[in-house]
C-alpha cells in the first residue's frame, strides 16, 4: 500500500511506498507530481505517479454524442500506480524488439518519437516479456481500463480532460468533424511525435487522440453499481482499447469514449498503440 503523509487543510496526500525503483535513471517532483525516467539504449520513458482514488466512470447521460455502453458508474482504485506519461515511441518499441527497420509496426516512421501504431495486443504482450528481461523488477503491464479513464480524467468530470470540448491544436483527430458543434479545424492524416501537444493536469501526453491504446481488460458490459479495483470482464473474445486516435472524429476521442478488437489485430487502418504502467506485475487476465 502507499504511504500516507498528512497535508494542509487535511488533504491526504498518497506516496508510492518505493521511490525511486531501482531501475529509475532520474526522478524528481514537478508541478505534476513525482517521475521517473527509464533509459534504455537511447529511448528514454517517463513515469508518472497516478494516486488512489473515487471518480464516475462512463460517461453521464446527458453527454453530447455519448455511447449506450458508457453506462456512468462509481470506480474507486484503492492502489496508486506508475504510468508513462506518452504512449510508447517507436524508438522504446526498437530498444527493445531489435533495431533492424523490419521490426518497427508503424506507418507514419518520420520520427523515432511518434508512437507505434500497428501493433496488437498480442504483440504488446512480447514487447512487455522482453522489456522485463532487460529490466528486471520493471514489471511492466498494460494499465487496466479504469486506470487508463481515471488517469485520462485527471480529476475532471467533463467530456474531455481540457473541457467540455476540444481543438486540434489540444488533440491530434480529425478536425474536420468536431465535436458536439465545435469549429472546423486542423486534419493532420498522421501521428504526432509524443509530448507535442498539451499534457493533462497529472503531466500524461495524448490521452485524447494520436493513437488508440490498448488496456489489459477483456471488453465487457460496465456494471451500474459501485465499483472497486475492477480489471473488465472476467473471458471475452476482445481487448478494450482507449483514447481515439488522428483519424478519429471528436466524438470518439472524449475520455469515456470506448473502442475494443481481437487481441491479433495489427492492421495499419486502425492505429493501435499503447502506454507502459509500470510494477505489481501484469496478470494478462483478470482474477475470477
Known sequence: MPA?????????????????????SAWGDDEYG????????????????IAPGTFEMGSPVDEPQRFDHETPHQVTLTQGYWLADTAC?????MA???????????????????PVEQVSWNDVQEFLEKLDRR??????????EAEWEYACRAGTTTAFSFGANITPEQVNYDGNHPYAGGK????????????????NAWGLYEMHGN??????DWYGDYPSTPQTDPHGAVTGDQRVLRGGSWGGDGRNVRSASRNYNEPGVRDFNFNFGFR???????????AV
Open 89 to 93: 515511441t517507436q524508438a522504446l518499441w
Open 34 to 49: 513525482l517521475w521517473m525516467m527509464l533509459e534504455l539504449g537511447e529511448a528514454r520513458q517517463r513515469f508518472r505517479w
Open 96 to 114: 527493445v524488439m531489435g533495431s533492424n527497420p523490419s521490426r518497427n509496426p508503424s506507418r507514419f516512421q518520420v520520427d523515432p518519437r511518434n
Open 4 to 24: 500516507l503523509l498528512p497535508a494542509d487543510d487535511d488533504v491526504t496526500i498518497f506516496l508510492p511506498e518505493r521511490f525511486p525503483l531501482p531501475w529509475a
Open 184 to 199: 472546423k479545424g486542423l486534419y493532420r492524416e498522421k501521428t504526432v511525435p509524443v509530448a507535442s501537444l498539451p499534457a
Open 211 to 216: 493513437v488508440w491504446e490498448w488496456c489489459a
Open 135 to 144: 529490466v528486471p523488477g520493471l514489471d511492466a503491464r498494460l494499465p487496466s
Open 276 to 286: 507502459l504502467a509500470p510494477g505489481r506485475g501484469r496478470p494478462a487476465e483478470p
